[in-house]
DNA sequence: ATTAGTTATAGTCAAAATGACTAGAACTAA
DNA sequence: TTAGTTCTAGTCATTTTGACTATAACTAAT
């Protein structure tokens, strides 16, 4: 489960994209899917995860997390499947590079179609919790590059939780969090006052995962 | 992973409990260690973890959520282990009857031991999820009974948070709730003012597994 | 060169939430 | 009757939040 920042078609703005693939087998042959595999013996949950999301879609997490262990008895209609789900968000610049093909493609989080099994349920779910963790913790910026203005945060803010932000209360907000670095940087070349860029100096989060895979 | 409310035993006050089974067989045969088991092919998760806890402890869970999947390579010594573990809370009067044993013991959560596997790892991220969840939502209600003084409620809050609340401010947050209500019967018996009872009027939570069970 | 247009940024002010505290109400036990 | 205890309502200063105003700094058009 992949979110990524690409700016919608029309307005431009950035919104949630995620890639998915087709199915070539049965069952749900042809609907789109999450990616995914098994695990093997020999590597820990979030190196599948990785290995996964690698394999099917060329793509390096910035942030990679577990949502959750879907177990449900019908969840395919073939045989039982447990499925230990994982949820990452990419770069803007490692987005871009994705390898998409007849069977890989990006769509827009808020207008997919039918997926296969209970895919669609997995990512209401992923998106539920990507909100909370924006509106709590400070996730947002492994959707951005290295830097980036306060409006680019502000915009990733309101592509995820759907509405606009006054900017000058999220700017005083945002620079209340000590894990905010100024730099002496401006972004150049907009139509108007240049902003300055900022980085982002904490660490990513507080999963059991997150310990030195040994 | 349980968690239930029993009187310390120097202040009386209510602290966190956890009961624990021995192994009897290696590997760590004597050790503590959290009670479980493995997924049949014909039970859902929780209805697995359920299970597992009536047939060890013979507790029912009030709450039942999901903690975690543990997949790290080396959990067990002899062999790969994924463990995808819940964590319950179950209520002071169903807690009073659990079948104590030679092999089924209650421990103080902040006095355990050294446990088989990774386990302490597994109740120390169970307790971090605990005092976060209680910090935001209505999840401390599920420790107590149908009816409960405000008093009592800060009483969890102050074992789990293991910080002192005023009782004055404490109890103007509570009622802000609206899923607290008031009723008209008072709890009689102590040496002082009777306080009021409350109910919680609440429902559990937002899991993509709490929904019926098909 | 000047002006209009746009976004960046700082600051003000009222409303709401929080933390520390006071005081009376309502019971029990001596 | 009084002392001791907790329950409960309320005050007040501080902090946080939301709505808003105003100036700064740039580009593009005139």
New binding site residues.
């Given amino acids: 489960m992949i979110f990524a920042l690409r700016p919608s078609e029309r307005s431009g703005r950035p919104t949630l994209w995620i890639p998915l693939v087709r199915r070539i087998r049965e069952p749900f042959k042809g609907l789109w899917a999450l990616p995914g595999g098994p695990l093997t013996h020999s590597e820990s949950l979030p190196d599948a995860a990785s290995r996964n999301l690698q394999e099917t879609t060329g793509l390096a997490p910035s942030y990679l997390e577990q949502l959750y262990a879907f177990g449900g008895l019908h969840r395919s209609p073939t045989q039982r499947v447990v499925s230990i789900v994982y949820w990452a968000l990419v770069q803007p610049t490692e987005a871009a590079l994705a390898a998409e093909s007849e069977n890989v493609r990006w769509f827009r989080a808020d207008r997919l179609g039918e997926l296969a099994f209970d895919h669609n349920a997995i990512i209401e779910y992923a998106l539920w919790r990507l909100r909370n963790k924006m509106a709590y913790g400070s996730i947002a910026y492994h959707l951005l590059g290295e830097y980036f ?4 945060v ?1 915009e990733v803010y309101e592509a995820v939780l759907d509405r606009e932000l ?4 999220f ?3 945002v ?2 969090t000590p894990e905010i670095e100024e730099t002496d940087q ?11 860029l900022y980085r982002f100096t904490g660490r990513p989060g507080l999963d059991p995962d997150n310990r030195s895979t040994p």
Same sequence: chains 1, 2.
């Avoid at 203005?149 to 680019?152: N, R």
């Avoid at 401006?186 to 300055?196: A, D, E, N, V």
């Fill in positions: 203005t306060l409006a680019q502000r006054d900017p000058a209360n700017r005083r907000q620079k209340a401006y972004l150049q070349g907009g139509k108007h006052r240049p902003p300055r």
